[in-house]
């Protein structure tokens, strides 16, 4: 018997990127103190009042069958949340309850392309990304930036790609894995080439409490962006809610409409007691939001500081989200094998650059996921292990 092409090519016949990661988990699992800096999970887990108000839900009997879009009272929320920080008119039509972001990923993709359609995105890019499009039956197309511009992406390159056929585009802004934060100018260049092209855009902004320089913008509220435009949110990166998987998509409501359609042949929806414990969190308001974000900014400015002391490694400028975009490329190595030798020689582990596409050769992405002092530790060894290299 035969898997489909769809199950066995998701990755694409190779690695899923994730090596140095898995390494790394193996040697933990065999008693070595390794220093994980690889994944976006915090150090500080969730706030214990949001636990409690999901055991508080769940022992009060909401444990059976939700609502497949979501409850009325978080679509509510979450709305009025959308419509206070962008500005642009959302109410619980325009939203999707989701087993988190990356379900809404693959959702957005499955209501914009059709089988055999291609499917943009920028790299670097978040490692589901081309596996997500190939999953929803589409053809991932990479569009591809440069350190040297901060990673942005360039209008005239979208619509080049776009011009050769595509139903949807793919952004990420505050960025995972380069940190950087789209600009207005760069975002109504986007936009432009979406409407020359009558493409989807599909944009990611899980990271958008996570801004340390400039302002997080949605495309969603730029001028005839609205209708072709889905968002997806989530709360785990916002509320450090990862493993409570709740996120959501925001669109046109007939997009929504039949987006719960797929939904009810899907996942069926969320659990009860955590959509109320998410309810709970976002009655927490911003300052909520901004306690689960300093952590991060405070290792930024470690970081900084370590890094200007030194001339090996190079920083890409990091605007917002919770990694740091090193560039390493004077150590002579690519990024994969400086993650393996990081590893290797001071059990402290990173992600190649190249796990998040061919933009990103060269260099690696470190998450700032552990406590202050380890960190600080972690990245002077960094350093200094990339100034030997290079020696």
Known sequence: MQLSQRLTNITGGGSDGWDVFYKARRMISDGV????????????RTDATILAAMHRAATGGHT????????????????????????????????????????????????????????????????????????????????RTHAENAFLPNGQDISAAASKGA??????????????VYSLETLQEISNACIQNDIWLISDEVYDTQVWQGAHIS?????????????????????????????WLVGPEE?????????????????????????????QGPELE????APF??????????????????LVPAQGAMYLMLDIRATGLSGECFANSLLDHHNIAVMPGESFGQ?????????????????????????????????
Request: with cysteine; charged share 15%.
């Open 64 to 143: 059976g069958y939700a609502t497949i879009s979501g409850v009325q009272a978080l679509r509510e929320k979450v709305a009025a949340r959308i419509q206070k920080n962008t500005c642009a008119e959302t109410t619980y039509r325009n939203i999707l309850i989701t087993p988190g972001g990356q379900s809404a990923l693959f959702a957005a993709h499955m209501a914009t392309c059709n089988p055999g359609d291609r499917a943009l995105f920028i790299d670097p890019y978040y490692a589901t990304y081309p596996g997500t499009i190939r999953g929803a039956g589409a053809v991932p197309v990479p569009i």
């Open 359 to 391: 933009s990103a050769a060269g260099h690696i992405r470190v998450a700032m996921t552990v406590a202050d002092e380890k960190f600080a530790t972690a990245m002077q060894t960094l350093v200094d292990h990339a100034a030997k290299l290079a020696a």
């Open 167 to 180: 139903a949807s585009l793919l952004i990420n802004s505050p960025n995972n894995p380069t940190g950087t």
């Open 297 to 314: 900014r405070r290792r930024r400015a470690l970081a900084h500081t370590i890094l200007d002391a030194q001339k090996t490694v190079t």
């Open 219 to 247: 495309p969603r509220t730029l001028k005839n962006m609205a209708d072709r435009t889905l968002v997806i949110g989530s709360m785990s990166k916002s509320h450090a809610m990862t493993g409570s998987r709740i996120g």
């Open 255 to 283: 997009a929504i409409d039949h987006l719960i359609n797929l939904a009810t042949h899907t996942t069926y929806g969320v659990a009860g007691f955590i959509q109320d414990a998410a309810i709970f969190a976002l009655n």
């Open 290 to 293: 901004e306690k689960i974000a």
């Open 33 to 44: 103190p390794v220093i994980e800096l690889t994944i976006g999970e915090h150090d500080v």
